[in-house]
């Protein structure tokens, strides 16, 4: 099984940057990816690390540490609609995706 | 638009009843999920299919059953539903890993409630 440690809140400013963290311990790793998640709205994709190091799109970077069984996401330049729920999620070895709780972000103005 | 559809959006359920939620894709995706989602706990993987005619135990799969007839079709079971299974139901797919990156697309979600 997986076991996905994610902080449950967040909360920054306008304009400034927040670093959620995630670690995870897995039978097998083929890939880590967080997802944004809107109140009552569904998962959407935000990024795929397979291998080490830091992927950037946009305002926002994800890194791996496979060796650390770390990652993060990283929101640059923080804006009113960020406010959401970012999940961590880790798949295994058979290629199942297994998530974190989530951790909830708050923009304030 | 290409996507995931679940149906229904919403349902009050008795316990005791039966219920199927159903979920088509159009993206011709080889792999499938039901996972369901609860305060505090995360999206949670009830069962899957990585192709048609070939289905798999999740992490919380007692009480659901599920079959893959075709590629589009993935519905799910709860056979004699309680109120535990009160959660929202989220189905989503995905190209098998080592095609792209094998990201998950996820429709828009069943809220049940089971009284």
């Known amino acids: 099984g997986q076991n996905i440690d994610q902080p449950t809140e967040m909360t920054a400013t306008e304009g400034a940057i927040v670093q959620i963290n995630c670690t995870y311990q897995?039978?097998?790793?083929?890939?880590l990816f967080w997802y944004q998640q809107h109140a009552g709205e569904a998962p959407t994709f935000l990024s795929y690390n397979v291998l080490d190091g830091l992927e950037e799109k946009g305002r926002f970077s994800s890194f791996l540490s496979r060796s650390k069984g770390y990652s993060y996401l990283l929101l640059k330049e923080l804006q009113m609609k960020d406010s959401a729920s970012y999940l961590c999620a880790v798949r295994d070895g058979d290629y199942k995706l297994s998530f974190g709780a989530g951790t909830t972000v708050t923009v304030r103005a | 638009i290409a996507g995931i559809t679940q149906a229904p959006t919403s349902q009050i359920l008795a316990a005791g009843r039966r219920m199927t939620l159903r979920c088509t894709q159009d993206m011709r995706h080889n792999a499938m999920y039901w996972y369901r989602q609860d305060l505090g706990l995360g999206l949670r993987l009830i069962h899957y299919s990585n192709t048609a005619g070939t289905t798999g135990k999740g992490e919380v799969p007692d009480g659901y059953s599920v079959s893959r007839a075709n590629t589009d079709d993935f519905p799910l079971t709860l056979a004699s539903a309680v109120p535990s299974q009160t959660s929202v139901y989220f189905c989503a797919s995905s190209e098998l890993a080592g095609v792209g990156t094998g990201e998950l697309f996820f429709g828009e979600g069943s809220r049940l409630t089971v009284l």
């Open positions: 897995t039978s097998g790793f083929n890939g």
